[in-house]
């Protein structure tokens, strides 16, 4: 929700919006207007009454130092020569100022902190106002460049921005940043010391980070009535309730500042092309270049706390964490970071979630970060990715002598399997299936019980049922005996016996160490 909360204050403050009829319908009708002090901020010229500087960073395209300063430049200067043009062009601002934005008396570029310093100087001469300054997603410049040998020298002159941007430069009303990392390499976090940090778990906004469960109903409640107005109000709760407990499974759980808040991105998108046009319940939230960051940092994290890590993660439980306080920058060094560093970088990024009642722990928020976390756990403990097609080929032509081989194959490179538990199996076939795009999900209701591990497959492609059987290492049971065990509870439970069920297949499988057996109903 970072990017849609700088969109919600600049359409607010921003004065480009002042002329527009739409502008005040904005805020119309919305919470806002029942604070105390709305009227007030109106009346001094708050709303639409400020010039804002918005910079997004996760938009910068670089693959060097000297590409990086260009990409950065280059925004500076689209903000001077296009957004805030008409000071150039100002009566207001001095000439010299307008000649050395981006150059000083000899020519030469000043550094780009300096430019954003006199750009923000020359609108607030134009305006009589000092401008807002909005910065997105501050970090991702660090997160692309993390492995790269340039890292530091880069992290170095971004800080000299930031720097300047934040606290040197007199010129500003007020700066927001948004982020997920705090990172100290070089200095960056301390150029930012003087700001006031709002965290998922500090802060007195909890609530407005995301969608509470009472906002979440009441707009699942509107979208059913616009969806399904033609049902009676008893069947447009029924349907209401059912999408809310959905919502909550895929996208609720978060614990910021002890509020309970959805994923506002994935809410909206889950609104949008669920509740409103019947699609499939998926995985909204993503973040390729923070997860590239998280994946260097496992890389240079240690065996136990991988382990612990790895535990947690199949087990679905609880994980202790050491809270680090909100001035402990995560990140000293990306190649020794410790186990408080990286569970703190996982609660930040929101892979993790504080504990309710035990703020001591921290756990996996909900399926859609479970999912996200399943592909991000598959690329960094099994790197080398199986192709499965011909796993899926033999599964729709039900062949078990094939898929029993296709398995046990895929099995070899299952070192994480040690242990022997059908938990750990259930994960591996879910990590297996969830990092190509399918929709996997474990303990799924269906019939009179739940289902192991149930795979949806895009389009008319029928889904995929499987009961896991686990035999112990020791033990001279019969898998194909088990195998056939679990073909008998999908008939007993009646997992594939609901309408929404039918065409699907069914298939068990009875687990000894790297071997296993194969049954279809």
Same mark, same amino acid.
């Given at each position: ?7 919600? $204050?600049?359409?607010?403050? &921003? #004065? ?6 739409? /502008? +005040?319908?904005?805020?119309?009708? !919305? @919470? ?43 925004? $500076?200067?689209?903000?001077? &020569? #296009? ?6 062009? /100002? +009566?207001?601002?001095?000439?010299? !100022? @307008? ?423």
């Amino acid at each position: 929700g970072k990017t849609l909360a700088l969109s919600m $204050i600049d359409r607010f403050f &921003n #004065i480009k919006y002042s002329d527009e009829e739409s /502008s +005040e319908d904005s805020f119309n009708g !919305l @919470k806002i207007e029942s604070c105390s002090e709305y009227d007030t901020w109106v009346k001094k010229g708050y709303r639409n009454g400020f010039p804002v500087i918005r910079l997004d960073m996760s938009t910068l395209e670089f693959n060097s130092l000297e590409s990086f300063k260009s990409a950065l430049t280059n925004k $500076i200067r689209y903000l001077l &020569n #296009i957004e805030f043009g008409y000071i150039l062009e /100002s +009566e207001k601002v001095p000439d010299y !100022l @307008k000649r050395y934005i981006m150059s000083d008396e000899s020519g030469k570029s000043l550094g780009l902190g300096e430019s954003m310093s006199r750009l923000c100087t020359a609108i607030s001469i134009h305006h009589g106002v000092k401008p807002i300054v909005l910065i997105d997603e501050y970090d991702s410049p660090i997160n692309c460049s993390l492995n790269e040998n340039w890292s530091d020298e880069l992290t170095t002159i971004y800080g000299d921005f930031l720097k300047i941007t934040t606290k040197a430069c007199e010129d500003t009303s007020m700066v927001i940043i948004t982020g997920v990392q705090k990172f100290i390499t070089r200095g960056l976090y301390s150029s930012l010391n003087n700001m006031r940090h709002m965290s998922v778990i500090s802060g007195s906004f909890g609530e407005y980070f995301g969608i509470t469960p009472d906002e979440m109903m009441a707009l699942i409640s509107f979208c059913v009535e616009r969806r399904y107005g033609q049902l009676s109000l008893t069947e447009r709760k029924a349907i209401s309730d059912q999408k809310y407990r959905d919502a909550a499974q895929w996208y609720d759980g978060y614990n910021i500042c002890g509020s309970d808040v959805f994923n506002p991105w994935s809410s909206m998108n889950y609104l949008a092309l669920n509740v409103l046009n019947d699609g499939p319940l998926m995985m909204y939230w993503n973040d390729t270049a923070e997860n590239e960051a998280l994946v260097t940092l496992f890389s240079h994290a240690s065996e136990s706390i991988l382990s612990t890590i790895k535990e947690a993660y199949i087990s679905g439980e609880t994980i202790a964490i050491n809270r680090l306080s909100q001035n402990s920058p995560i990140l000293k060094d990306k190649n020794a970071i410790d186990g408080d560093e990286l569970l703190n970088t996982l609660l930040s990024t929101g892979y993790l979630t504080l504990d309710k009642n035990d703020s001591s722990l921290a756990k996996i928020p909900n399926n859609e970060v479970r999912n996200s976390f399943n592909t991000l756990m598959t690329r960094v403990f099994c790197l080398n990715l199986p192709d499965i097609i011909g796993l899926l080929d033999h599964i729709r032509d039900q062949d078990p002598k094939a898929v029993k081989e296709d398995l046990e194959s895929l099995m070899e490179g299952g070192s994480y399997l040690d242990g022997w538990s059908e938990m750990r199996y259930k994960s591996w076939l879910h990590d297996l299936f969830s990092i190509y795009g399918y929709r996997s999900i474990t303990e799924r209701e269906s019939g009179e019980g739940r289902t192991d591990l149930f795979i949806e497959r895009y389009g008319n492609k029928p889904p995929i049922v499987f009961e896991l059987k686990v035999v112990d290492p020791d033990s001279q049971e019969d898998l194909e005996r088990v195998a056939t065990m679990g073909l008998h509870q999908i008939m007993m439970k009646r997992y594939v016996s609901m309408p929404s069920m039918r065409g699907s297949i069914a298939l068990s499988v009875a687990f000894r160490k790297k071997t296993c057996a194969v049954r279809f109903l």
